[in-house]
C-alpha cells in the first residue's frame, strides 16, 4: 500500500528556516514534488524531482529560497526553505507518481496528508 507522510512543519517566524520531510512507503517513486495550498487559494505546485535527482523543477516564487532533494537509500524526500515569508504560509503535500520526471506538469497519482506551514511577520 502507497503511503506518504510528511513532517516537519510548524510556526517560525519571518526570515527563518524550516525543513519538511516526505516518507514514502509501499513503491519507489520515479517522480516526487511538493505542492502547497495557501488559505483561500488553489493548491499550487511549488518543486519537483526526478528520480536521480538529477532533474529538478522549481515554481518561480521559491527558486532561490526552496532546495529539494531525496534519499532514495530512505525512500525520503526532503524540502529545504529558507528566507520564510508569510506568503510561504500554506499547507504543504508531498506528491509521488511511478512515472514521468518530476515536471510540474507530470500527473501525480499519490498524495500525503499535508504539514502545515505558518510564517509570522
Known amino acids: 500500500q502507497v503511503q506518504l507522510v510528511e513532517s516537519g512543519g510548524g510556526v517560525v517566524q519571518a526570515g527563518g528556516s524550516l525543513r519538511l520531510s516526505c516518507a514514502a512507503s509501499?513503491?519507489?517513486?520515479?517522480?516526487m514534488a511538493w505542492f502547497r495550498r495557501a488559505p483561500g487559494k488553489d493548491r499550487e505546485f511549488v518543486v519537483g524531482i526526478s528520480w536521480t535527482g538529477g532533474a529538478t523543477d522549481y515554481a518561480d516564487s521559491v527558486k532561490g529560497r526552496f532546495t529539494i532533494s531525496r534519499d532514495n537509500a530512505k525512500n525520503t524526500m526532503y524540502l529545504e526553505i529558507n528566507s520564510l515569508k508569510p506568503e510561504d504560509t500554506a499547507v504543504y503535500y508531498c506528491?509521488?507518481?511511478?512515472?514521468?520526471?518530476?515536471?510540474?506538469?507530470?500527473?501525480?497519482?499519490?498524495w500525503g496528508q499535508g504539514t502545515q506551514v505558518s510564517v509570522s511577520s
Open positions: 506528491a509521488a507518481s511511478f512515472g514521468c520526471n518530476g515536471s510540474r506538469y507530470c500527473n501525480y497519482n499519490y
Open positions: 509501499g513503491g519507489l517513486f520515479n517522480a
